[in-house]
T-cell receptor, first 114, second 112 residues
Framework: KQEVTQIPAALSVPEGENLVLNCSFT??????LQWFRQDPGKGLTSLLL?????REQTSGRLNASLDKSSGRSTLYIAASQPGDSATYLC?????????????FGKGTTLSVSS | KAGVTQTPRYLIKTRGQQVTLSCSPI?????VSWYQQTPGQGLQFLFE???????NKGNFPGRFSGRQFSNSRSEMNVSTLELGDSALYLC???FGPGETQYFGPGTRLLVL
């Protein structure tokens, strides 16, 4: 059974710092991995989708990497801003399935102070 | 392009009642998934629909059901509500399996 773990559970940094959020999954037979952001009481915003054939994806100040063999993904945020404060979630489909039934980690809650 | 919309946004029900939640996907999206989010369990998958067919179902009791219409809109129903059903119910749509999922704002259900 696929399980997703995110470390750390919470992170506080001053504005301007570069930071890395970690995500690990137990079964490497995934089709893709997706990173989301959730603001308090709101829905999820998709940040990056990495297909299993890709090693990384970039969008603005965000860079996500995927290492299937080790069951790990990282989300790198450059030059953090207070507006980046949110909970960041990673999610994968069940092993060997390309469907939309995502399995989520519990998230990392990021606080960026000005 | 309009995003995923969910109605209603907030609901208060009492134990034993039933509830129906609605989700309208992004235009052109044929896949709709539903998730339950609670502080204790986090985000848990409920159902996945593609072209009116349920492709997958999460580990929830039979009180939770759903369907998808020919216009890709989806509904989920919870019968005989329990206090533990209080949660944020999120709907997501995508072009199809394996594509980026886009989430709606959610329906917050409180069961008293």
């Amino acid at each position: 059974k696929q399980e997703v773990t995110q470390i750390p559970a919470a992170l506080s940094v001053p504005e301007g710092e570069n930071l890395v959020l970690n995500c690990s999954f137990t079964d490497s037979a995934i089709y893709n991995l997706q990173w989301f952001r959730q603001d308090p009481g709101k829905g999820l915003t998709s940040l990056l989708l990495i297909q299993s054939s890709q090693r990384e994806q970039t969008s603005g100040r965000l860079n996500a990497s995927l290492d299937k063999s080790s069951g790990r993904s990282t989300l790198y945020i450059a030059a953090s801003q207070p507006g980046d404060s949110a909970t960041y979630l990673c999610a994968v489909p069940p092993a060997n399935q390309a469907g939309t039934a995502l399995i989520f980690g519990k998230g990392t809650t990021l606080s960026v102070s000005s | 392009k309009a995003g995923v919309t969910q109605t209603p946004r907030y609901l208060i029900k009492t134990r034993g009642q039933q509830v129906t939640l609605s989700c309208s996907p992004i235009s052109g999206h044929r896949s709709v998934s539903w998730y339950q989010q609670t502080p204790g369990q986090g985000l848990q998958f409920l159902f996945e629909y593609f072209s009116e067919t349920q492709r997958n179902k999460g580990n929830f009791p039979g009180r939770f059901s759903g369907r998808q219409f020919s216009n890709s809109r989806s509904e989920m129903n919870v019968s005989t509500l329990e206090l533990g059903d209080s949660a944020l119910y999120l709907c997501a749509s995508s072009f199809g399996p394996g594509e980026t999922q886009y989430f709606g704002p959610g329906t917050r259900l409180l069961v008293l």
